[in-house]
């Protein structure tokens, strides 16, 4: 069965702390994602990557940093947290279709919810 | 302007009733359209891709029309399981980007008893 997890389901800082974010996938999917979700913004990307030690941004990357050191593990950075990141994060994983005629269902882990005081 | 735009509802309709939701995309080039269900607190799932002749699924029924760049999702004979939150999805496949997808904000459904 298809996996995502996420570290943390709730979380609690303040502002100016460093925050990681992890997210492990099982299925040896090449595409990681990071996303947010407030409400009435709908999902926005943050940050995606295609392989390990690669990165792209995504539509609201400023504030982030992602790390992928292996293929299983996509980590979300806050370098300084500010109460604006307050959200729901979520991480989703796809296979890569090299022929680009191939479209890999995106599969969600379950979001951590991120609150800066 | 937004890549996928759709009416964010709420619907809120009886057991058995017909629903349709619509969406539009920006982009001609897009290549690949889906519908993905949230239930509340949930992470997103797929629920069905959507194909250029239209698809059926059970109760379900997804329309595509290029020209108009418009997608569709009809329910017919709602469940009060169908509550949740439809998300329109499409794919645009450009260079390293393969896999990325952009997401309309949700339309809101709830099925009353």
């Known amino acids: 069965d298809v996996k995502v997890t996420q570290s943390s389901r709730y979380l609690v800082k303040r502002t100016g702390e460093k925050v990681f974010l992890e997210c492990v996938q099982d299925?040896?999917?090449?595409?990681m994602f990071w996303y947010r979700q407030d409400p009435g913004l709908g999902l926005r990307l943050i940050y995606f990557?295609?392989?390990?030690?690669?990165?792209e941004k995504g539509d609201i990357p400023e504030g982030y940093s992602v790390s992928r050191e292996k293929k299983e593990r996509f980590s979300l950075i806050l370098e300084s947290a500010s109460t604006n990141q307050t959200s729901m994060y979520l991480c989703?994983?796809?296979?890569?279709?090299?022929?680009?005629?191939?479209?890999?269902?995106?599969?969600f882990g379950p979001g951590t919810r991120l609150t800066v005081t | 302007r937004k890549e996928v735009e759709q009416d964010p509802g709420p619907f809120n309709v009886p057991e058995g009733a017909t629903v349709a939701f619509n969406c539009t995309y920006s982009?001609?080039?897009?290549?690949?359209f889906f519908w993905y269900r949230q239930d509340c607190r949930k992470e997103p799932k797929l629920l069905m891709s959507v194909y250029s002749s239209g698809n059926e699924d059970g109760r379900f029924t997804a329309q595509l029309n290029r020209a108009s760049q418009y997608i569709s999702l009809l329910i017919r004979d709602s469940k009060l399981s169908d509550s949740a939150t439809y998300l329109c999805v499409v794919n645009k496949h450009r260079g390293s980007t393969l896999g990325r997808l952009y997401f309309g904000r949700g339309t809101q459904l709830t099925v009353w008893p």
């Open positions: 989703a994983s796809s296979l890569w279709s090299s022929s680009g005629s191939s479209y890999y269902e995106q599969y």
């Open positions: 982009n001609s080039a897009s290549q690949s």
């Open positions: 299925m040896d999917h090449e595409n």
């Open positions: 990557s295609y392989d390990v030690k690669m990165k």
